[in-house]
């Protein structure tokens, strides 16, 4: 029903940025909330961010808290996430999520892309 793609992700020195993209295909029309998840070697899962897709209301992990900023453009069906000040702890591969209209649960999720900071 949904399909995302992520992309942008890269290698970057610490203190630096990166502007990560979700391209959103399929029954955009029952969007709720989209969000960035990453994982890093050897490590679980974590919530980085989510907003809501029509009010834009936003949150944040106190780890990026400041730092990141979620975002999503509705006519091109594309979600975003701003690094900014990047840390090597930021290392992770990064995914994005969404669930539709009257689910609690992230039912949908793209493939992944790596942001690698160096120090």
């Known amino acids: 029903q949904v399909r995302l793609v992520e992309s942008g992700g890269g290698l970057v020195q610490a203190g630096g940025s990166l502007k990560l993209s979700c391209a959103i295909s399929?029954?955009?029309?029952?969007?709720?909330?989209m969000a960035w998840f990453r994982q890093a070697p050897g490590k679980e899962r974590e919530f980085v961010a989510r907003?809501?897709?029509?009010?834009?209301?936003?949150y944040y992990a106190d780890s990026v808290k400041g730092r990141f900023t979620i975002s999503r453009d509705n006519a091109k069906n594309t979600g975003y996430l701003e690094m900014n000040s990047l840390k090597p702890e930021d290392t992770a591969v990064y995914f994005c999520?969404?669930?539709?209209?009257?689910?609690?649960?992230?039912?949908?999720w793209g493939q992944g892309t790596q942001v690698t900071v160096s120090s």
């Open positions: 999520a969404v669930a539709p209209l009257g689910r609690s649960e992230f039912d949908y």
């Open positions: 907003i809501y897709w029509n009010g834009g209301s936003t």
């Open positions: 399929g029954r955009t029309f029952s969007l709720a909330r």
